[in-house]
Structure formats: C-alpha cells, structure tokens
C-alpha cells in the first residue's frame, strides 16, 4: 500500500485539509487515495522531501479509459509494471469517464518520490491526466473543461496533502528545466491551459482560507468601545 513513509513529517502544513477540499469540490469531481483503488508496488519506492516547490502536469499519451477509474487506475498500474515501474510512475492521476464527465481524482505515489518528470522527481509533484493531448495521433483530444477543472483541484488537494508546497509554481512536463523541450508532455491542446489552470488553483486556494460568512448573514462587528 501506499501512504506516507515513516520517516517523513506529516504531511498537513497547510491552512486548509483534504477534507475541506473534498467538500468544497463540485459534485462531479471525486478524490481517491492510492490504498482505496489498490494501489500494489511490485518493489521499493523512496521516501522525498515533502512540500514540493513544483507540480508537473502530465498526461498518459493514451486512451481515456473510460468507465471504472478504478479499473482503469489498476490498468495504468499493470502497464508500468510491465516497464519495471514499482506502480504508476506519477503522485496523482486524473480520470474522467466520457460518457458521464465525471472526474477522479487518484493518489498514485503520494509521498513517495515519482518517477514521472527525468532529474526532477525529488523538487516536483506530478499530477497525470489520463488521456492524448497532442496533435497528429489517432487518439489526440481537446481536454474537457471539467478535466482543466479537476486539474486545479487534483493540485490544491496534493497541497493540502503536503505533498506540494502552498507557495509553488505549476509546469508543463516539457518545462523540466533538466530536460527542457525534450518531450512533448503534456501534449499542445493541454499545455495551453495551463495559465487558466494555475489561475483556478490560486482562486480555489483563496476560497478555502476565506472564512465563512456568519449564521445571519451579517458582518462581525467589534461594537466595543474604550
């Protein structure tokens, strides 16, 4: 099973939880931890600094696999079995069923380093979004707005995990300044949204450490005086 690593801190720094971000979340958007879909590492995985400065985004440069998240969660796992990959090779991993639009979002590595971004997997997270995002191939799609959506959540809910730093900056898998340009991940039609989905993170982030209004409606007035 995957989790937290003993020797690691805890990973819950931030001002806001994992499960505030799971409410918070709209409705079609769902969030799953690497035991729950049953994540089996075939052998050793390596515990990282938590509290990344970067998150990566991803994508699988294949099928959507659509249906069963779970099932297709333990299909992306057999492939990287099959690579000699102890399981999947990203922290996190987005699904989303064509027929229904609704979203999954799954820990991968979690707090173990990822084994997704070459040079980078110890400064970087990195959130994978199942599906081929580039031109020129049989299986190239647009993502879907509900996928750009779930994107900013799957990286404000890695944050509250302490998996990403609050304060950190969100590339494209070709911005690996180790290897820079030397992949086309995570493909043309998704890189372009990336500026939208770091503005999604940074408006998620500020509406969950923004207080909730009062019971009555009314502001909190200090009516104290001296």
């Given amino acids: 099973m995957v ?15 994992a499960k505030k971000v799971e409410a918070a979340a709209p409705s079609y958007i769902k969030f799953m931890r690497a035991d729950e879909w049953g994540c089996n590492p075939i052998h050793k995985m390596y515990p990282e600094q938590l509290n990344d400065p970067e998150a990566y985004i991803h994508h699988t440069a294949g099928s959507r696999m659509s249906g069963n998240p779970i099932l297709a969660m333990i299909r992306l796992e057999a492939a990287a079995h099959n690579m000699g990959y102890a399981t999947v090779a990203y922290d996190a991993v987005l699904h989303m069923d064509v027929d229904t639009k609704k979203i999954t ?41 509900r996928e750009i959506e779930g994107a900013a959540w799957g990286i404000v809910w890695m944050i509250a995990h302490g998996w990403i730093a609050e304060t950190n ?14 992949t086309a991940c995570p493909g043309d039609f998704l ?21 909730p209004p009062p019971p009555d409606g009314t502001d909190h007035i200090n009516h104290e005086t001296g």
């Fill in 3 to 17: 989790g937290r690593p003993d020797n690691q801190e805890e990973e819950q720094e931030v001002t806001f939880t």
């Fill in 105 to 145: 979002i799954m820990g991968g590595r979690e707090g173990f380093r990822s084994a997704a971004t070459k040079d980078r997997n110890e400064e970087g997270e990195a959130l994978c979004l199942m599906g081929y995002f580039h031109p020129g191939h049989a299986l190239s799609e647009q993502p879907h707005p």
């Fill in 169 to 182: 900056t969100i590339l494209g898998h070709r911005d690996n300044p180790a290897h820079p340009g030397a």
């Fill in 191 to 211: 890189y372009q949204w990336l500026p939208d989905i770091r503005t999604k993170v940074a408006k998620i982030m500020k509406d969950l450490d923004t207080p």
